[in-house]
């Protein structure tokens, strides 16, 4: 059974979301405010984390930071914060996905599977499989995860590899923004492709760390982003 993590101080809300989750075949866990929060998520494992931005003690941005420092568990944020500024905030701090206040029970399940879904795939990935994909100096190395550019390694999040590889295998082909959400975030339609925007942005400042000439992904505007082969 996968197990949730929701870090919320409004007990009406946690609870609306805990119900619908249980119902949906979910162990879940609830913590009230920032500090028990980040504990839990460093102590536990969990499948994904849903987490609040405004909380007692520590905000959900402080709280997404500190996971992602050492975990690549799933989070998705929930917060009546619906401008694009706090979207972007959210993700570019680690977050996999984000969702405002008010949601449709329907809409929260459906992101959380995906979610898991894609993380499961990701602890099992390299199994039956160890793609190696070298291009320009880039070596993306499937069955270990890791990312090599001139020899040099590359310190990639979970979600920045997985957009990265998709690209790569599949080089020289345009992909709009809606596209690569689908493939790399695993939904259609309920996501905010401002995220694709922001991991994209992401890449290319670790890729050109080196001060390489080489342009890896290239933005093709109007239509989408594709990866020079």
Same mark, same amino acid.
């Given at each position: 059974?996968?197990? &949730?993590?929701?870090?919320?101080?409004?007990?009406?809300?946690? /609870?609306?979301?805990?119900?619908?989750?249980?119902?949906? #075949?979910?162990?879940?866990?609830? /913590?009230?405010?920032?500090?028990?929060?980040?504990?839990?998520?460093? *102590?536990?494992?969990?499948?994904? &984390?849903? @987490?609040?931005?405004? @909380?007692?003690?520590?905000? #959900?941005?402080? &709280?997404?930071?500190?996971?992602? +420092? *050492?975990?690549?568990?799933?989070?998705?944020?929930?917060?009546?914060?619906?401008?694009?500024?706090?979207?972007?905030?959210?993700?570019?701090?680690?977050?996999?996905?984000?969702?405002?206040?008010?949601?449709?029970?329907?809409? @929260? +399940?459906?992101?959380?599977?995906?979610?898991?879904?894609?993380? *499961?795939?990701?602890?099992?990935? #390299?199994?039956?499989? *160890?793609?190696?994909?070298?291009?320009?100096?880039?070596?993306?190395?499937?069955?270990?995860?890791?990312?090599?550019?001139?020899?040099?390694?590359?310190?990639?999040?979970?979600? /920045?590899?997985?957009? @990265?590889?998709?690209?790569?295998?599949?080089?020289?082909?345009?992909?709009?923004?809606?596209? &690569?959400?689908?493939?790399?975030? #695993?939904?259609?339609?309920?996501?905010?492709?401002?995220?694709?925007?922001?991991?994209?942005?992401?890449?290319?400042?670790?890729? /050109?760390?080196?001060?390489?000439?080489?342009?890896?992904?290239?933005?093709?505007?109007? +239509?989408?982003?594709?990866?020079?082969?």
């Amino acid at each position: 059974m996968n197990k &949730i993590l929701i870090i919320e101080d409004e007990e009406e809300i946690s /609870e609306f979301e805990k119900d619908y989750l249980e119902v949906n #075949g979910f162990s879940v866990d609830v /913590e009230y405010d920032g500090e028990a929060g980040v504990k839990s998520a460093l *102590n536990k494992d969990y499948d994904l &984390i849903l @987490l609040d931005l405004m @909380l007692p003690n520590m905000s #959900g941005y402080d &709280i997404c930071k500190k996971i992602r +420092v *050492n975990k690549e568990v799933p989070i998705l944020i929930v917060s009546a914060k619906k401008e694009d500024i706090d979207i972007i905030k959210g993700l570019g701090f680690g977050a996999n996905d984000y969702i405002t206040k008010p949601f449709s029970p329907g809409e @929260l +399940v459906a992101r959380v599977k995906a979610q898991v879904e894609r993380y *499961n795939k990701i602890v099992d990935i #390299g199994k039956n499989t *160890n793609d190696k994909i070298s291009i320009k100096g880039l070596t993306i190395d499937k069955l270990s995860r890791m990312v090599f550019l001139n020899e040099k390694e590359i310190s990639l999040t979970a979600t /920045e590899f997985d957009l @990265l590889y998709f690209l790569a295998s599949n080089p020289n082909r345009v992909f709009s923004k809606d596209e &690569i959400f689908t493939h790399v975030w #695993g939904m259609e339609s309920l996501g905010d492709v401002a995220s694709v925007v922001v991991y994209i942005k992401k890449l290319r400042e670790k890729l /050109e760390i080196s001060q390489t000439e080489q342009k890896y992904i290239e933005t093709i505007w109007g +239509v989408g982003y594709k990866f020079k082969k």
